[in-house]
């Protein structure tokens, strides 16, 4: 992998996403890692320079939710109702997989993420120490959780393997991996595990990522099991004191419901694109907001989303809520990004190292090539970036100071390897299903 210790990116608009910042034309200096300069000129000497004019650097985007080993299982299911696709068709197929299986079907995930302008991830899986391997070998940032569905008896293995993530991984990676406890979802955690996950977490300081309330059928089946909402099961397990919880969807939250989780520490990871698609609903993210709770963006795995790309997410998350609101104000282009960076930062606990471009922050960062028909003229950079831009525009992608992809070419894996890897194993598990 490319190691350049000391480059300065020069001559590109910065978007720093620290809140009040307006853009500017400058230069950053990158030093072990970290930005150590944003200034409109640095001449201090680099062992390399970055051309970066015509171009926009901004903060790395964090996908807030994914399954990454999932990319396998991009297109085989399309078109069914949650429930469905989940039982009739992932579960099955993800039976089948071997760790070798996740080990590529997450290096497809960071190829894809790396080329639309994603460093960080927080995914929910099994078989994490393929995972875990992916994001060293591909050089990402990621918080990682071995997902935890308590159906039947398995004599402690699952949190065992949770468990062993957390002590073998954290901090892996030159500090790029961090770790969760992941009870998977209400409706598949019953009392009993998930009360013991949530205090095993409090008590040692683990964030927890869980999905919450994402279709109807979930909350019925709740209501129906333990007369409470999705959300009202999980407060009174004691899930919001002393936890901080990154929650996947909140589609279907009562207005009492998000009152619970006011005050929370963590938030929730807004997924438009796979809402939409499911036909899951509106997550009511403007009333979780105006509430002071923090809402970052994910794609889920692309077995539902589809793709990976953050910018078609934060397209989405604008557009769903001015159409959901009647009204064109409401989530502008600036909040959109901001919850594609810091917020979705904060969800992963890792807000103080990343999310805005600042001295004394690691240097996760892209450069977006704005020498494009679909991206001139430039009248407001928030607004180009987070309505026009796709992934396929992000020229440049750093994480840690480590140069990832550089005009589009990706460095830090062997896209072919992992192109005819992906598709041989992904023929292998959908066979007959
Ligand atoms: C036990 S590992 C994670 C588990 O979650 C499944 N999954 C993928 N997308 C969703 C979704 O939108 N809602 C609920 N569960 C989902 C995935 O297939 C894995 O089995
Ligand atoms: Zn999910």
Redesign the pocket.
């Known amino acids: 992998m490319n190691r350049r210790k000391r480059f300065v990116i020069k001559g590109c608009q910065i978007l720093t996403m620290v809140q009040g910042d307006k853009p500017f034309v400058g230069d950053l200096l990158i030093e072990d890692g970290y930005i150590t300069r944003i200034a409109a000129s640095i001449d201090e000497q680099a062992d390399h320079v970055i051309d970066g004019i015509g171009k926009v650097a901004m903060p790395g985007l964090i996908n807030a939710h994914n399954?990454a080993g999932?990319s396998l299982l991009r297109g085989f299911s399309d078109d069914l109702k949650?429930m469905d696709w989940?039982d009739k068709k992932?579960?099955p197929a993800?039976a089948r997989m071997t760790k070798e299986d996740i080990y590529w079907g997450t290096m497809l995930s960071a190829a894809e993420m790396i080329a639309s302008g994603t460093t960080a991830f927080a995914d929910?899986?099994?078989q994490m120490d393929a995972v875990a391997q992916a994001v060293v070998d591909s050089g990402m940032r990621a918080a990682l959780t071995r997902?935890?569905?308590f159906l039947e008896d398995d004599g402690g293995q699952r949190m065992k393997e949770a468990l062993d993530l957390i002590e073998s991984w954290t901090g892996a990676g030159d500090g790029r991996i961090t770790t969760m406890l992941g009870p998977?979802?209400p409706y598949t955690c019953p009392p009993q595990p998930l009360k013991e996950v949530i205090d095993l977490a409090r008590s040692r300081k683990i964030p927890i990522h869980i999905?919450l309330a994402?279709t109807v059928e979930e909350v019925e089946k709740i209501r129906e099991r333990y007369q409470k909402t999705p959300t009202e099961y999980l407060h009174e397990l004691g899930l919001f004191a002393g936890n901080h919880v990154l929650l996947a969807?909140g589609v279907h939250l009562t207005h009492a419901d998000i009152k619970l989780l006011c005050g929370m520490s963590g938030g929730v990871s807004h997924n438009p694109v796979?809402n939409l698609k499911?036909a899951c609903g509106v997550a009511p993210i403007r009333e979780m907001i105006e509430q002071g709770i923090t809402v970052g963006i994910g794609t889920?795995?692309a077995?539902?989303a589809t793709t990976l790309d953050m910018f078609a997410e934060i397209k989405a998350a604008a557009w769903m809520q001015k159409l959901d609101a009647g009204d064109p104000t409401v989530l502008p282009a600036e909040q959109a990004l901001r919850m594609a960076t810091i917020e979705s930062a904060k969800l992963l606990r890792i807000d103080s190292e990343i999310g805005t471009l600042e001295v004394g922050k690691r240097a996760d960062l892209i450069l977006i090539d704005l020498n494009k028909p679909h991206l001139q003229p430039v009248h407001d950079l928030y607004s180009l970036i987070a309505y026009s831009a796709t992934g396929a525009d992000v020229d440049t992608t750093i994480v840690n100071g480590q140069i990832l992809m550089q005009g589009r070419q990706l460095l830090s894996l062997s896209w072919e390897e992992t192109r005819l890897e992906a598709a041989k194993r992904a023929k292998r598990l959908v066979a007959g299903l």
């Open positions: 399954h999932m949650l989940l992932m579960l993800e929910m899986y099994v997902g935890l569905v998977h979802a999905h994402e969807h796979s499911l889920d795995g077995g539902s």
